[in-house]
């Protein structure tokens, strides 16, 4: 039997009551020790990667290369870029999950 538009309506506004809850499964603990080392291996890689790229943007502009000057540029953006979506994950990923949340 076919549903009308008004039980569609009401079936795609049920509730199912699912929200994130801590402690809910053992290995919450290791999982976000695991997250954070991935977080602060990234961020020593930028570090690394951003270092390497200011020394070819130095070496490209003192000889003459205007290719590997331009590369070192690129690559410093990037690993700027790369820095600031590191350290703002969190933040990025609570604004998303509050905004979402906040969706009826």
């Not at 951003?50 to 070496?59: H, K, N, Q």
């Not at 003459?64 to 933040?91: F, R, W, Y």
């Amino acid at each position: 039997m076919p549903m009308s538009l008004a039980d569609r309506v009401v079936h795609l506004a049920y509730d199912p009551g699912v929200s994130p809850q801590g402690g809910g499964l053992p290995g919450l603990a290791v999982l976000r020790n695991v997250v954070n080392s991935i977080n602060l291996f990234g961020i020593v890689a930028v570090v690394g990667a951003l270092a390497v790229s200011l020394g070819v943007w130095a070496w490209g502009h003192h000889t003459g290369g205007h290719q590997a000057e331009a590369n070192g540029k690129k690559g410093a953006v990037v690993a700027a870029g790369a820095a600031l979506g590191l350290g703002a994950a969190n933040g990025i990923v609570a604004f998303f999950s509050a905004l979402g949340s906040q969706v009826h």
